[in-house]
């Protein structure tokens, strides 16, 4: 296997020009780099990845915490940030947690090995104020609003959105309105804004009319039965999967009644309203705030989107 010094050999340069040229040091003559690349590719020569990023300090490795691959919402947020990767040269690792702090702190031990050059955490388990003691290994951007921390945050004006959706329902007549939500029982901030506007909105809301634990399509069944039981007229869904699923449950609901998010297609085939978050923005806009290494907190806008 041809090394850097048969290349210096065939070429009469120095192993110290040949390593310019692998690193792409822009100060090389270009004469100089053509004949040195064409040397590499008449040797079959690949350079090793491993001495390259020890010298350069990065892998050009990025890591995403997030509880689940095969979830719409993340699969959105995804979507925007391994585009915006590729455009940089970058690597994205997926690292599912399910929502377990021990699994997502092997990942921050990971990055604090550097095998990471940074973290995009979609949706955590751990505390914030655990998650920021890495900072000090690395960029990391959160997919969440933090306003007493100095922070780079990409989120979403969850608030905003949801209120426009709960009165959405409000204005079709609905008085008794359950929600669908994740994280067994576990208020995160999400479910907290969810649970508070309900209360404000809606006086007959109980915590009572929640269906927990929900996140896919085949949860949407269960949950309109819990629903039915309940005399649960209208429901606010954490995603349009769940929708999808209770709509499929009970073909004879009225399509008013349901407000969906994520914008999928589904929505649009089954003529329910969504609430559309940009997450494909989402994601471009964290990885964007990575590469730049900056700590600003950005908003990004939603639409809703009523059908009737």
Known sequence: MATIHDIAKLTGYSASTISRVLNNYPYV???KRAHVQAVMEELHYIPNSA??????????????ILPFVNHSYFDQVLNGITREAFLSNYKVTLLPTNYDPEVEETYLKQFAAKEFDGLIITSRANSIEQLLTYQKYGPIVFC?????????????????????GLMHLKEQGFDRVGVTLGRSRNLSQNSKITVQLCHEVFPKFSKEDIFWDCCFYEDGFQAEKFFTKRGIEAVFCNGDDVAAGII??????????????DNLLTSELMQFST?????HLCGKTA??????????????????????
């Open 29 to 31: 003559d270009e004469e």
């Open 51 to 64: 001495a390259r990023n020890l010298s350069s300090g990065k892998n050009r490795n990025i890591g995403v």
């Open 144 to 164: 969440e609003e933090l306003k007493e921390t100095e922070v780079s945050c990409v989120y979403i004006n969850r608030k905003d959105s949801i209120l426009e």
């Open 248 to 261: 499929r449950a009970n073909p004879n609901r009225n399509r008013q009644s349901i407000v969906g998010r």
């Open 275 to 279: 609430i559309d978050h940009q997450l």
């Open 287 to 308: 990885f964007q705030q990575f590469i730049e290494n900056k700590k600003e907190k950005i908003s990004i806008p939603y639409t809703f989107i009523k059908r009737i």
